[in-house]
Nanobody, 125 residues
Framework: QVQLAESGGGLVQAGGSLRLSCAAS????????LGWFRQAFGREREFVAV????????DYGDFAKDRFTVSKDHEKNTVDLQMNDLIPPDTAVYYC??????????????????WGQGTQVTVSS
């Protein structure tokens, strides 16, 4: 079992930045992939970004690649999502999720076994 806990959400004005953090505990193994997904009200869950546990392999959703950065903090054992130039459509609940060693499935939320509780991000215009 892997336990995940997100933090760092909140309310920000358009153009602002937020940094989300995902703390992983439990059976954390080196072949773990840590993904970020988001779900806006009334919409399906959407892939944001993913990193391998060692940080060597990273992928982004098309909307995220120019504004968001995912990184692994090896000291804190967290995976962080830096979000810049936020816009109102970024408003959603952001989730951290984990999957073991399946890079081809990295964008598919239904393949992830472990999920955090989510953190709300609201971007005002």
């Amino acid at each position: 079992q892997v336990q995940l806990a997100e933090s760092g959400g909140g309310l920000v004005q358009a153009g602002g930045s937020l940094r989300l953090s995902c703390a992983a505990s439990g059976r954390v193994v080196s072949d773990l992939l840590l993904g970020w997904f988001r779900q806006a009200f009334g919409r399906e869950r959407e892939f944001v970004a993913v990193t391998s546990w060692n940080g060597d392999n990273i992928d982004y959703g098309d909307f995220a690649k120019d504004r968001f950065t995912v990184s692994k903090d090896h000291e804190k054992n967290t995976v962080d999502l830096q979000m810049n130039d936020l816009i109102p459509p970024d408003t959603a609940v952001y989730y951290c999720a984990a999957i073991t060693a399946d890079w081809d499935a990295r964008r598919q939320s239904n393949k992830y076994l472990f999920w955090g509780q989510g953190t709300q991000v609201t971007v005002s215009s």
